[in-house]
């Protein structure tokens, strides 16, 4: 009697203490909070990883990204294994999260495990193609694995973009044969568009103005959502997921030329196409490049110089093929030829995708405008061209590459221009010169206007 007494007190006090203990339980989680964000109002950081770790103790599960603060905190006092370790956790608790993909990378990258920061940066892009500062990021992760053509290549999307940092560009350039990623080649693949939802059209011509301005995607992500007045919704979607005439209008949008605000609906979109993200195909691009310019060895060298005639893109893989290895000079002007070809279709793809940055630094700077103008003037007229048309398409047809010196080529070719407001087609040439980060316009003309 007196033992089912004792049990039936436990169970009646267990009963009524219970919502008491919660009541004790989130007001302390509550309270963890305060003394954290009070503590780092204070520059107490220790103290305040101290609070939020029991923070995460009680209610981590529920708040991931309690983890990731208590993560970043770690990491900003060198905490490096601890803040992985919550990284870690944040990420499980919230796979589809691309910003705490982002930041357990870094952490990784910083633990030099370079492998993990891969997987995170790659797992991230291909959720998020239009990821600015992750290409940065894995740009510098395949610098320190000296894979230098692969880092020129993530530090171009990077630019592509909207970044403007050129540290990385310094030490990848003497290194890299900065090969230029075919935006032609990728027309047909998924149309995606990155892009910000938002309820009023002045706002979203706003933002369109502040990323031509440089502002990049991530930077009004994030000051959108720490506005919580503002109603904003971001991510990537295809052509698809829009109304067929929408999707119609923008069917034939360049990749990474300039954003357009876009109505659907009751809200407007700030949208921009980006391409999506595959480092598979760029390894295997730059496995076809390295076949294609390395000499095939042959018993006899062909008598005629190939500098006494031109090469042609077309004929390039025939011209490689009839080279021996032991031709020194061969090799070393057929690289030069491949180079320029690769600087062409970068020129082109700068100027179709209206990357005025690119465009810009595809010449020289002892580039002789036409009629008389000054470097600064005519660098004024091409970036008022290249922003005035909402889109602009570029053909270019049978190349064909002159040596003139050593280090001067001479490139002339059929380009045909078509924007929403203008259309010619003319023969050109272009002098380019070997310079220290690569073959850069010396000298452009227009030989010949052809009438259609």
């Known amino acids: 009697m007196i033992k089912r007494l004792i049990i039936t007190t436990l169970l009646t006090s267990t ?3 219970t919502p008491a203990l919660a009541e004790d339980k989130a007001t302390s989680f509550k309270e963890y909070l305060e003394q954290a964000n009070s503590y780092i109002k204070s520059y107490r950081h220790f103290e305040a990883s101290d609070a939020l770790k029991e923070a995460t103790k009680l209610g981590g599960a529920k708040h991931p990204s309690l983890h990731m603060r208590l993560g970043i905190l770690y990491y900003g006092l060198g905490l490096i294994p601890e803040a992985i370790a919550e990284g870690e956790r944040a990420v499980h608790l919230a796979p589809s999260s691309k910003w705490y993909k982002y930041d357990l990378a870094k952490f990784y990258y910083v633990d030099r495990q370079f492998e993990k ?9 291909k959720i998020d193609p239009g990821f600015t500062l992750a290409y940065y990021y894995l740009s510098e992760l395949y610098f320190k694995q000296k894979q230098y053509d692969m880092a020129w290549l993530s530090m171009n999307r990077a630019y592509r973009l909207g970044y403007k940092g050129q540290l990385l560009e310094t030490k990848i350039g003497p290194l890299s044969s900065k090969p230029s990623e075919s935006l032609v080649a990728l027309d047909n693949a998924p149309k995606l568009f990155r892009f910000i939802k938002l309820s009023d059209e002045s706002q979203a011509q706003k933002l369109t103005n502040e990323i031509w301005n440089g502002k990049l995607f991530e930077n009004l992500e994030l000051e959108l959502r720490k506005n919580q007045s503002t109603l904003a919704d971001f991510g990537i979607m295809t052509l698809d997921e829009l109304k067929p005439d929408i999707a119609e209008s923008l069917q034939n949008k360049k990749p990474y030329s300039r954003p357009l605000v876009i109505q659907t609906g009751p809200d407007y979109r700030v949208m921009q196409r980006v391409l999506p993200f595959d480092p598979k195909k760029w390894q295997q691009a730059l496995a076809k490049t390295v076949s294609a310019s390395k000499p095939a060895a042959t018993k006899q060298i062909e ?17 490689t093929t009839s080279v021996t290895d032991t031709s020194t000079n061969t090799d070393a002007l057929i690289t030069s030829k491949l180079a320029a070809f690769y600087a062409l279709e970068a020129w082109k793809e700068a100027w179709e995708t209206q990357d005025v940055r690119s465009y810009l630094s595809s010449y020289s700077p002892n580039f002789t405008p036409n009629r008389g103008l000054s470097m600064e003037a005519w660098k004024e007229k091409r970036t008022k061209s290249i922003f005035r048309p909402s889109s602009i398409n570029i053909e270019i047809e ?28 003319v023969v050109k040439t272009l002098t380019m010169e070997k310079e220290e980060n690569g073959w850069k316009i010396i000298k452009e003309r227009e030989v010949k206007v052809i009438r259609e």
């Open 15 to 17: 009963v009524f203490l």
């Open 117 to 125: 920061a891969e997987d995170q940066f790659t797992t991230l892009l």
């Open 303 to 319: 008598s005629t110089p190939p500098t006494a005639a031109p090469i042609t893109a077309t004929a390039m893989a025939s011209s």
């Open 398 to 425: 049978d190349p064909v590459v002159e040596s003139l010196t050593d280090n001067q080529l001479l490139i002339t070719f059929k380009q045909s221009y078509t924007s929403d407001s203008y259309h010619d087609i």
